[in-house]
């Protein structure tokens, strides 16, 4: 079991201490919470390959079923965590009076002026991809579910656990990315294309 921070009991100590509680940077909020993220599905990854043998073989494919689900949401939360952490943060509180830090102090509350703002829904998108194996494509639905698995924000509008396929084409959208007609299978389902997020990446991101 993980404890989010700051915990009640922290700002308890800092009602009584009378310490005024500084804004986050969002930068290092994403950090801590991609990496509880990973801690958890270390911890159910470890719960599902203790758990007893499958007594039928009905059990031993819905347990192989979720030990898949698993270890693609597993990569993609470990490539998030490599992305935050390799990634330099220009998020910080003003030094010496410098104008500019003053900005990027200012701006930091919402990400706008945070490097880890430039991993756009596409890097998000494409993260999900890679975790899956690279497909050519995949389904609105099936895309918007593995996105929901992420913590923090999508472009600053919507949590990634509140994304449904409306949003993620609405967030896509201004990266000229639209969902188009694929078939899977026998099936034909709206979805996007890797090489259409590969070509929508933008200039100069992280």
Known sequence: MTTPFPASLDDLTAAIAGLE????????????ETYRRV??????LLAVTRGESA???ADTHE???RLT????????????????????????????????????AEGAADGR?????GHTIVHACLDVFAADG???????????????????????RWSYAELTPQRLSQLL?????????VRFGSRQLKGYLRSSLQAALPDGSC
């Open 21 to 32: 509680i500084p804004q986050a940077n969002p930068h290092h909020r994403a950090i801590l």
């Open 39 to 44: 801690q958890q599905l270390d911890e159910q």
């Open 55 to 57: 007594s039928c073989l």
């Open 63 to 65: 347990q192989l079923e």
């Open 69 to 104: 689900d698993l270890l693609g949401l597993r990569m993609l939360a470990g490539a998030q965590l490599s992305h935050l952490t390799s990634t330099e943060c220009c998020c910080r509180a003003a030094d010496d009076g410098e104008e500019e830090n003053a900005e990027h």
């Open 113 to 117: 002026s945070c490097p880890s703002a």
């Open 134 to 156: 690279d497909p050519d494509a995949m389904s609105s639905a099936d895309l918007a579910h593995r996105l929901r698995q992420l913590p923090g924000m999508a472009e600053d």
């Open 173 to 181: 959208a201004r990266y000229g990315v639209r969902p188009r007609n």
